[in-house]
Every structure is written in C-alpha cells, then in structure tokens.
C-alpha cells in the first residue's frame, strides 16, 4: 500500500486562535522541571553511539543549469553512471566543511 505524502508550507496554515497562541505562552513559560518525562525511557550512551544524523533526511532537489570545466566534466564521467549525484555529493562535502569551520 502506497501513501501519499502531504506537505505543507507554514505560509499555508491557518493563523494560530488566541487559544492556540495562549496554549503555546503558558507551555513556553514553564519550566523543565515540570515537564513529566515518566513515560518516555532515558537515553543512554549505547543509544547515542549508534545514532546516524540525517538518517531520514532527504533534501529536496532543484534543476539547475551549471558551466563545469570539460575536464572536470569529464572525469566525472569517466567513474560511470552517476556523475551529477558525485557532483553534489562532492559540493555537500565542502558545504558540510565551511559551515563546521564557521
């Protein structure tokens, strides 16, 4: 069975009721301490070293037209079939290296 995923724009949504918007003060002024967390199990180290960031992530992708090198263009060819896919992972690498390095 196949579900269809509905994806909304926050631009979209209904202005929050005065309700809704008092509902989220008094939530936002109350303190960790009263947070009841009885239900929900601790997480321990173990549970952190097998964590994976970005697991369910899936960007979203946008056509675009770029002028590369020939010889760039090329070797990235030469490796077969899914060069665009190395381009951008290559491009993710060095975006991932500058926002870590500020």
């Known amino acids: 069975m196949r579900t269809k995923i509905v994806r909304k724009r926050l631009a979209d949504l209904p202005p929050l009721t005065e309700e809704q918007k008092a509902e989220l ?22 549970f952190w070293k097998n964590a994976v960031r970005g697991r369910f992530y899936k960007p979203t ?9 020939s010889d760039v263009l090329a070797w990235l060819r030469s490796q077969g079939k899914g060069y665009q896919s190395r381009i951008n992972a290559i491009l ?11």
């Open 25 to 46: 003060q008094a939530l936002a002024e109350r303190p960790d301490s009263e947070i009841d967390t009885s239900d929900i199990p601790e997480l321990t180290e173990e």
């Open 61 to 69: 992708k946008t056509s675009t037209t770029v002028r590369i090198d």
């Open 92 to 102: 993710r690498r060095e975006m991932l290296a500058s926002l870590k390095n500020g």
